[in-house]
C-alpha cells in the first residue's frame, strides 16, 4: 500500500518568513495530494490540493508543488504570520472511487511574533 | 448544509467497558474514514468504507475494536473492554471518492478511559 513520509516533524518561523514542508510518497499511481491544516483543538480541514496533471498550485500565500518522477510534493507558506501557527498534514490518494487517503504523520508550524 | 457530526462529543469511561462511538456523514459522500489521534499526535488511520465494497479494516488496533457503516450513511466505531491506551480523540471523515476525494473532517469524540 501507500506510503507516505513528511518532513520536518516541527518547524518553528520568524513571522514574515517563508515555510516549507515535504513530503515523498511511494505509489506511483497516487494522483491526488491535499494539504490539511490542524489548529489546536480543531479538526482537520483542506487548505489546498493538487492533482498529477499539474506541478504547481498557488492560493494567495500558500502554494504546492509536485515531482512526479522524483515522487514527493511540498508546501510553501510565504509571509508567514502567527494564524498560520498549526500542525499540517499531507495526503497521497487515488482519484478513484478505491482510493483510500494515506497520511503523512504531521508539521507544527510555529510562527513566532 | 450539514456538515460531518459525531456523538458524544466527549466520553468518559472505566477501564474493562464497552463504548460506542457515531459518526453522521454528510449526505452523498460515498467514503467514510476513522481515525485516531493522541494528544499531539498525528492520525492514526483505523478503517475506511467506500460504497458498498468490503471496507478496509488494515488499521483496527486489536480486535476489540470494530466498526459498521449502513449503506452511505452513519457509522458506528465499537471499542469493547476499553484499555487506557485507548483514551484518544476519535475523528469521523467522509469524502465523495473518485474525483472529489477531499475529506471532511467531524468534530472528533474525545474518549477519556479511567
Known amino acids: 500500500g501507500e506510503n507516505v513520509e513528511q518532513h520536518p516533524s516541527t518547524l518553528s518561523v520568524q513571522e514574515g518568513d517563508s515555510a516549507v514542508i515535504k513530503c515523498t510518497y511511494s505509489?506511483?499511481?497516487?494522483?491526488?495530494f491535499p494539504w490539511y491544516k490542524q489548529e489546536l483543538g480543531k479538526r482537520p480541514q483542506l487548505i489546498i490540493d493538487?492533482?498529477?496533471?499539474?506541478g504547481e498550485k498557488k492560493d494567495q500565500r500558500i502554494a504546492v508543488t509536485l515531482n512526479k518522477t522524483a515522487k514527493h510534493f511540498s508546501l510553501h507558506i510565504t509571509e508567514t504570520q502567527p494564524e498560520d501557527s498549526a500542525v499540517y498534514f499531507c495526503?497521497?490518494?487515488?482519484?478513484?472511487?478505491?482510493?483510500?487517503?494515506?497520511f503523512g504523520d504531521g508539521t507544527t508550524l510555529t510562527v513566532k511574533p | 448544509g450539514a456538515g460531518v457530526s459525531q456523538s458524544p462529543s466527549n466520553k468518559v469511561t472505566e477501564k474493562g467497558k464497552d463504548v460506542e462511538l457515531r459518526c453522521d456523514p454528510i449526505?452523498?459522500?460515498?467514503?467514510l474514514y476513522w481515525y485516531r489521534q493522541r494528544l499531539g499526535q498525528g492520525l492514526e488511520f483505523l478503517i475506511y468504507?467506500?460504497?458498498?465494497?468490503?471496507?478496509?479494516k488494515s488499521g483496527l488496533p486489536s480486535d476489540r475494536f470494530s466498526a459498521e457503516r449502513t449503506g452511505e450513511s452513519v457509522s458506528t466505531l465499537t471499542i469493547q473492554r476499553t484499555q487506557q491506551e485507548d483514551s484518544a480523540v476519535y475523528l469521523c471523515?467522509?469524502?465523495?471518492?473518485?474525483?472529489?476525494?477531499?475529506?471532511?473532517f467531524g468534530p472528533g469524540t474525545r474518549l477519556t478511559v479511567l
Open positions: 471523515a467522509s469524502s465523495f471518492g473518485g474525483m472529489r476525494n477531499e475529506q471532511f
Open positions: 505509489d506511483s499511481a497516487s494522483n491526488y
Open positions: 493538487i492533482r498529477s496533471n499539474v
Open positions: 495526503a497521497a490518494s487515488m482519484d478513484t472511487n478505491a482510493g483510500k487517503s494515506t
Open positions: 449526505s452523498g459522500h460515498t467514503a
Open positions: 468504507f467506500q460504497g458498498n465494497s468490503a471496507p478496509d
